[in-house]
T-cell receptor
Framework: DAGITQSPRHKVTETGTPVTLRCHQT?????MYWYRQDPGHGLRLIHY???????DKGEVSDGYSVSRSKTEDFLLTLESATSSQTSVYFC?????????????????FGAGSRLTVL | AQRVTQPEKLLSVFKGAPVELKCNYS??????LFWYVQYSRQRLQLLLR??SRESIKGFTADLNKGETSFHLKKPFAQEEDSAMYYC?????????FGAGTILRVKS
């Protein structure tokens, strides 16, 4: 479905444990994003990638790290999970291209990963 | 820095009434604006791009650079329009979203 999958879809963990969420795409898109969705805050950008091994911070990057060793996979790691990181995490891929091109720069989202940190 | 503001958390209208979901942005460069929608139990999906200047499901949005706004409008709301709507801004490689507005269309 839409060439992007997230795993796991649901996870419950305890404070202080490391957690890794995986985003996998089959579209060969250069750009990949991680967002968290929280009531009252909407979608907030955590990290993004603009190529293999090329990543940058978003709005709420503290406590998160990412890695992209190949085009199709973008991993989000919580080094030591805290209760404030309980959220729904969305991965998205972006088609590139000139702005005027139909469909350019549109985000395609994964189904989301619901993380609960106890 | 780029920022998107959606001032209304919830907008409740009756079926057949006009709808306007507000979006204001802040960005020093040339922005690209989008509206995304999340229907119940569905993935987030694109509704509109400002560059396309098209109408999707009866919705339109015009970029007003003077007022730094990109409000979403529909003349006659339908019950199936009930969803969460997000305004988004692309500046360079970053894509940031507003806090979202829940649209509830009552029969």
């Amino acid at each position: 479905d839409a060439g992007i999958t997230q795993s796991p879809r649901h996870k419950v963990t305890e404070t202080g444990t490391p957690v890794t969420l995986r985003c996998h795409q089959t579209e060969n898109h250069r750009y990949m994003y991680w967002y968290r969705q929280d009531p009252g805050h909407g979608l907030r950008l955590i990290h993004y990638s603009y190529g293999v091994k090329d990543t940058d911070k978003g709005e709420v990057s503290d406590g998160y790290s990412v890695s992209r060793s190949k085009t199709e996979d973008f991993l989000l790691t919580l080094e030591s999970a805290t209760s404030s990181q309980t959220s729904v995490y969305f991965c998205a891929i972006r088609s590139g291209g000139a702005t005027q091109v139909a469909g350019a720069n549109v985000l395609t989202f994964g189904a989301g990963s619901r993380l609960t940190v106890l | 820095a780029q920022r998107v503001t959606q001032p209304e958390k919830l907008l409740s209208v009756f079926k057949g009434a006009p709808v306007e979901l507000k979006c204001n942005y802040s960005y020093s460069g040339s922005p690209e604006l989008f509206w995304y929608v999340q229907y119940s139990r569905q993935r987030l999906q694109l509704l509109l791009r400002h560059i396309s200047r098209e109408s999707i499901k009866g919705f339109t949005a015009d970029l007003n650079k003077g007022e730094t706004s990109f409000h979403l409008k529909k003349p006659f709301a339908q019950e199936e329009d009930s969803a969460m709507y997000y305004c988004a801004l692309r500046g360079g490689n970053k894509l940031v979203f507003g806090a979202g507005t829940i649209l509830r269309v009552k029969s």
